[in-house]
């Protein structure tokens, strides 16, 4: 009777859906500019502003936001209530401290991704997702960092793979 389409998928698929679809359907935590579709997203903007604000409200200054720009249009959003939340607090948007974390042809994510910190270090990171900040907060462990104890780190989505953190990580729930 219809279709939900959950996620973001390779653009030539897609483009194969949306000409043979002969059902209502709807796009779930995505939206493409190059179709015209019913989308449910999360409020990716908001919810990173807010929490962008909640490390501000816990005393940080120095915040980093992870994640590969223009990979998703979640990630993407999310980079912009990043910018609005430090925009309010009268900061810049340092470019070395926007970290990708993902190869932007493949996708390729994981414990192995080699993050590039920055040579002055944040006291915080706001990740586009708690994958994400499960998989920095190893890294940054292995690289001689404490977390929360040196650097804090926040994700997003409140959903985290089994084995990837043992710390409860500060997250906002979708």
């Known amino acids: 009777d219809g279709l939900l389409i959950l996620g973001v998928l390779k653009q030539d698929y897609l483009d194969m859906l949306m000409q043979n679809i002969k059902v209502p359907f709807v796009c779930l935590d995505f939206y493409d500019k190059g179709h015209e579709c019913d989308a449910v997203i999360t409020d990716n903007y908001y919810g990173m502003y807010k929490l962008t604000n909640y490390l501000f409200e816990m005393g940080h200054e120095d915040i980093a936001y992870v994640g590969t720009l223009l990979y998703t249009?979640?990630?993407t959003d999310r980079y912009f209530g990043y910018c609005?939340?430090?925009l309010e607090h009268g900061k810049q948007v340092k470019t070395e401290w926007?970290?990708?974390?993902?190869d932007m042809e493949t996708g390729n994510q994981g414990k192995d991704f080699p993050f590039i910190l920055p040579e002055k270090m944040p006291t915080a990171f706001v990740c586009n997702c708690d994958l994400t900040a499960g998989v920095l907060t190893g890294f940054l462990e292995r690289a001689g960092y404490r977390v929360p104890e040196d650097v804090s780190v926040v994700g997003f989505d409140n959903y985290m793979l089994p084995g990837i953190c043992d710390l409860g990580i500060t997250t906002y729930a979708v």
């Open 98 to 102: 926007v970290i990708p974390d993902r």
């Open 73 to 75: 249009n979640s990630i």
């Open 84 to 86: 609005k939340a430090l």
